[in-house]
Nanobody
Framework: QVQLVESGGGLVQAGGSLRLSCAASGTILRIDVMGWYRQAPGKQRELVAAITSGGTTNYADSVKGRFTISRDNAKNTIYVQMNSLKPEDTAVYYC??????????????WGQGTQVTVSS
């Protein structure tokens, strides 16, 4: 059994900052790419940022220069520091992780989501 638990969402004014965390736990053998996605009302879920186990990162154009993703492999945890937040960043943010468990089954897992609301 594998779980992803997110924390750190909330309400912030435009120009403010938030930091999201996502911790993976359970019968984990290996975690490959981890990332953050978001879904705004009426829109499709989109990639925000992703990071490999080696630290290679990838960002959506809309967040480059404002968001920073990082990873602590020892804790099976990723973070995203979100600065200069804009109202259009308002969405439910989901953590995603591609995990090999002790049965050597490779599967993509999702967290429950955390709401980020940026007021203008």
């Amino acid at each position: 059994q594998v779980q992803l638990v997110e924390s750190g969402g909330g309400l912030v004014q435009a120009g403010g900052s938030l930091r999201l965390s996502c911790a993976a736990s359970g019968t984990i053998l290996r975690i490959d790419v981890m990332g953050w996605y978001r879904q705004a009302p009426g829109k499709q879920r989109e990639l925000v940022a992703a990071i490999t186990s080696g630290g290679t990162t990838n960002y959506a154009d809309s967040v480059k220069g404002r968001f920073t993703i990082s990873r602590d492999n020892a804790k099976n945890t990723i973070y995203v520091q979100m600065n200069s937040l804009k109202p259009e960043d308002t969405a439910v943010y989901y953590c995603n992780a591609n995990i090999v468990d002790y049965r050597r089954t490779y599967e993509s897992y999702w967290g429950q989501g955390t709401q980020v609301t940026v007021s203008s």
